[in-house]
T-cell receptor
Framework: DTGVSQNPRHKITKRGQNVTFRCDPISEHNRLYWYRQTLGQGPEFLTY????????KSRLLSDRFSAERPKGSFSTLEIQRTEQGDSAMYLC??????????????FGQGTRLTVV | RKEVEQDPGPFNVPEGATVAFNCTYS??????FFWYRQDCRKEPKLLMSVYSSGNEDGRFTAQLNRASQYISLLIRDSKLSDSATYLC????????????FGRGTSLIVHP
């Protein structure tokens, strides 16, 4: 395990379809984050897991979005009834809770979603 | 007001120049600070952590000013390969320790 893995790397879907992305974090990392990034912007936080528990969700995460991390390992992000505004890069990151403060997060290569 | 603010640039500098970026944060409970580098259409990668006493890594120097709530990144002797977007990241003490990103500053180093 050399890093965070995301798939697919690219996804083109028609408006109204559902899509699901997968993230495999670094194996010993208990924290997992999902971000969304659009052109010219920094990554925007969507949701966060510590082990299998989803501890925080952004207001950006509408009810069409759902994320899971069933066994505290890999995670999935599903978008239902996609809209053109969902087109973005979806980034997954993981980190360990080695210290009491935050430690660096390692990112996957992202899934680029295009809704047509 | 955004939690983490950066000048998007672009900063256009010649090779060999020294360039500095600032990043301001709004939450005084911010505890951990990082600079990430992001190349075009790639994922962000950690460039360096920012420590209270300031720290240096080769041509890169990071500093933290808690009183004024900003961090800075100084790049000396710029190389063409330094061209990228530099993202400021802040983690707030307590709660979920979620990394919060600025929008990034674009650097273009030209010959």
């Amino acid at each position: 395990d050399t890093g965070v893995s995301q798939n697919p790397r690219h996804k083109i879907t028609k408006r109204g379809q559902n899509v699901t992305f997968r993230c495999d974090p670094i194996s010993e990392h208990n924290r997992l984050y999902w971000y969304r990034q659009t052109l010219g912007q920094g990554p925007e936080f969507l949701t966060y897991f510590q082990n299998e528990a989803q501890l925080e969700k952004s207001r950006l995460l509408s009810d069409r979005f759902s994320a899971e991390r069933p066994k505290g390992s890999f995670s999935t992000l599903e978008i239902q009834r996609t809209e053109q505004g969902d087109s973005a890069m979806y980034l997954c990151a993981s980190s360990s809770q080695t210290y009491s403060d935050g430690t660096e997060a390692f990112f996957g290569q992202g899934t680029r979603l295009t809704v047509v | 007001r955004k939690e983490v603010e950066q000048d998007p640039g672009p900063f256009n500098v010649p090779e060999g120049a020294t360039v500095a970026f600032n990043c301001t944060y709004s939450n005084s409970a911010s505890q951990s600070f990082f600079w990430y580098r992001q190349d075009c259409r790639k994922e962000p990668k950690l460039l360096m952590s920012v420590y209270s006493s300031g720290n240096e890594d080769g041509r890169f120097t990071a500093q933290l000013n808690r009183a004024s709530q900003y961090i800075s990144l100084l790049i000396r002797d710029s190389k063409l390969s330094d061209s990228a977007t530099y993202l400021c990241v802040v983690i707030i003490r307590g709660g979920s320790y979620i990394p919060t990103f600025g929008r990034g500053t674009s650097l273009i180093v030209h010959p």
